[in-house]
């Protein structure tokens, strides 16, 4: 993001680079996970929660010299996207929601100028905290992910998962696709038929409740697509009763 320019990475070992992860912090830069529920830092070995062995997500939160000052004339928004530390220091909240897990196979780059890879776990991102994190009946879910999987089956085109508002749940995960005409040629593709080809891949509640196929998703001119807009389009009935 702009006001951090690089902050994290796998470094340039092809082998240090995995899946889904955007690395380590890099040189002079320091990173944390803030639990967004709770506002409590995510120690080093407090990833997983103890009674229930899920993975503790939050948002990583970033400091050091090649991190932006403020807000240029712009006092209000650099209070808002600063937090103080005990120590005097201020970190920068990024709005990017992620989990770190430690990857044995990763980090064992030779290179002397790569000895920064390795130092802890690799942080991997679920979404941004304004759009991309949907809480559905005390889970979170990432868009992220459910679009990944989505767009890895041969029916989806292009794919797009939001929090849809729900009486039930708090909110629900709704899709939004766009069908491979070669693989769905008659267009028909019913919330079971999604249901069906995710089951192996989600577990039951990241799984969307509720599915809309359309022929278009609008995108603005950076190609990313406003999900707030999209779901008072698509999704109308907002508290329907839907829910499976």
């Known amino acids: 993001m702009t006001e951090v320019g690089m902050a994290l990475s796998c470094g340039l070992e092809n082998a240090d680079r995995v899946d889904g992860s955007v690395g380590w912090p ?17 120690q080093p070995g407090e990833e997983v929660e103890p009674q229930t062995g ?3 997500s939050g948002e990583i939160q970033l400091r050091g010299p090649t991190i932006f000052r403020e807000y240029w004339r712009n006092p209000a928004a650099t209070s808002a996207e600063f937090v103080a530390d005990k120590d005097g220091g201020k970190w920068f909240k990024t709005g990017d929601v992620a989990v770190r897990r430690k990857v ?3 980090g064992k780059s030779t290179r002397p100028s790569q000895d920064w890879t390795g130092k802890g776990d690799l942080y991997f991102i679920l979404g941004r905290k304004s759009a991309d994190i949907i809480k559905s009946g005390g889970e979170k879910v990432s868009a992220l992910e459910v679009e990944r999987e989505l767009l890895s089956l041969p029916e989806v085109s292009e794919a797009a998962v939001m929090a849809v508002p729900s009486g039930k749940w708090g909110q629900k995960v709704g ?16 919330p079971m ?6 089951k192996n891949r989600l577990v039951n509640y990241k799984i969307p409740q509720v599915l809309r196929v359309v022929d278009h998703i609008p995108r603005n001119a950076m190609g990313k697509i406003n999900k707030k807009m999209l779901v008072k389009a698509v999704f109308q009935d907002d508290f329907s009763g839907d829910e499976m």
Request: glycine share 4%.
């Open 104 to 106: 044995d196979a990763a």
């Open 54 to 56: 899920r993975e503790r």
């Open 26 to 42: 890099l040189p002079s830069v320091e990173a944390r996970l803030v639990d967004s529920d709770t506002g409590a830092v995510i």
């Open 193 to 198: 038929d999604m249901r069906r080809a995710l």
């Open 175 to 190: 899709a939004v696709v766009i069908l491979n005409k070669e693989h769905v040629p008659d267009g028909r593709w019913t």
